[in-house]
């Protein structure tokens, strides 16, 4: 079993930059795929990027590709999420998610664990 723990979020302006951290109990970390998804108010939990275990390979959703960056530090049982030019659409509850599928999924269903998600506001 993995806990998974975010920190990092808060309050930033518009154009302004956060990076999340998801910390990951237990030894097995390397043996899950990552992803981060983010729920706003009234809308469902969307797919936001994820990592391959080695994290040499990483996929984003089209609304953040280009500004958000995923990695991981196997070594630290971590992984982080870099937003850069927030906008007041990021403003939602982000989560950090494990997966076991072999290949980096974008769907809620195909993630075993979850983490207790993190505030991020973005004021315009």
């Known amino acids: 079993q993995v806990q998974l723990v975010e920190s990092g979020g808060g309050l930033v302006q518009a154009g302004g930059s956060l990076r999340l951290s998801c910390a990951a109990s237990?030894?097995?970390?390397?043996?899950?795929?990552m992803g981060w998804f983010r729920q706003a108010p009234g809308k469902e939990r969307e797919f936001v990027g994820g990592?391959?275990?080695?994290?040499?390979?990483?996929t984003y959703a089209d609304s953040v590709k280009g500004r958000f960056t995923i990695s991981r530090d196997n070594a630290k049982n971590t992984v982080y999420l870099q937003m850069n030019n927030l906008q007041p659409a990021d403003t939602a509850v982000y989560y950090c998610?494990?997966?076991?599928?072999?290949?980096?999924?974008?769907?809620?269903?195909?993630?075993?664990?979850w983490g207790q998600g993190t505030q991020v506001t973005v004021s315009s």
């Open positions: 998610a494990a997966s076991r599928t072999i290949l980096v999924v974008t769907t809620t269903d195909r993630y075993d664990y």
């Open positions: 237990g030894r097995t970390f390397i043996s899950y795929n």
């Open positions: 990592i391959s275990r080695s994290g040499g390979s990483t």
